[in-house]
């Protein structure tokens, strides 16, 4: 079992490592005795750890996903920080209620009294992780007239769905990140066997790219003009696109969201889509630092301190002033009761006794569509 001081910072942790895929426009200088392994910050290390809680799901007998590629990309560390977000099961706990008491509906459910074969509770990164794989594909397999034939994350970390998700033909794929994190991400799936191109493909990879091309971009998308150097890098402005925003807007100024938002609108070509994880509310960075001051985890607190921004409460108009029409938003309930299939998930920040601290209905995850320019 956990100490308590791990169970303490255990839900703090994953409503904070599953913010983020990768960190812009910070120079977040690394402090004396901390070590991120090859990346530059705290926010570079945490793609590493949302790829460990991947992996932890992964693992169990019958997972929301299968990520054969998470664990050596969250190397040892990401994998360790990554555990302590986990919210361990007893072995006689069914599927009956969340950490609240809450039932969890799914009407596939078998009786919901049969202990369930898991380790752990649903993350929150794994449903995010299962809420981006549905929407994705979906957006690659609506059509037509708009079928969309490019995917491009914008912070894309260690993300792994070119490699597992079952992509249509002819879908371009392109991510945009710090160097460090690209650089570290190339190394380990090469290491790992996967291949970057179809040619490789042939030659018999261990993890073959399921995309038509795979293209990286090293941009700063607080400072540089990240439009044209997507553009360069063969990027099509009058194909149908799926961006993908997992965990980056809050590490930006408002004026860079801004930006950013209407420059993939400018981009955009009939019937592309924006998936984006937003934190939504006016207070967000204070709250979030009064829950993580509260734990002994330093990093933690490090990682609060690089948020910048955070959309409106009310999102929809905020987009449509940015070119972008709201079709959906979920929260972390919304997304377990649609996808965690009736087992237990966790929600909540909570202490090391497990009382509720605050539950986070701050982070929105958005689906919507390119008004017409």
Partial sequence: MRSDQAKGAALVLAGLTGLTGAAWAIRHRQKKGKSYEDLDSVVSFSARLVAGMRAYESR????????????????????????????????????????????????????????????????????RTVFFDTKLLDAVTSGPPAAIKQVVLLG??????????????????FEVDRSDVLKAKKKALKQAGAAFSEQENNRGAKYPLKAASYITCSVDLENQNWVDGLIARGFDPEVPTCWILEGLVMYLSPVAVEKLLKGMHAVSATGSRLLIMAFCGTDIKEWYTRTATSQSVGWVADLVATFKSSFPKDADVYLAEKGWQLKTSMGYKDMAEAYARGMPWNTDLSNGSNTLVAEDDYTSYIEAYALMR
């Fill in 156 to 173: 894309a970390g260690m993300d792994t769905r070119a490699w597992r998700l079952p992509l249509p033909e002819g879908v371009s794929w």
């Fill in 60 to 127: 169990e007998a019958d997972p929301l996903f299968r990520d054969p590629l998470a664990e050596v990309l969250a190397g040892k560390q990401g994998m360790e920080g990554a555990k302590m977000t986990m919210k361990e099961l007893d072995a006689s706990e069914g599927n009956d209620e969340n950490e609240h008491g809450e039932t969890a509906h799914d009407s596939t459910s078998a009786s919901k009294k049969e202990p369930l074969q898991r380790g752990y509770m649903v993350g929150r990164v794994a449903l």
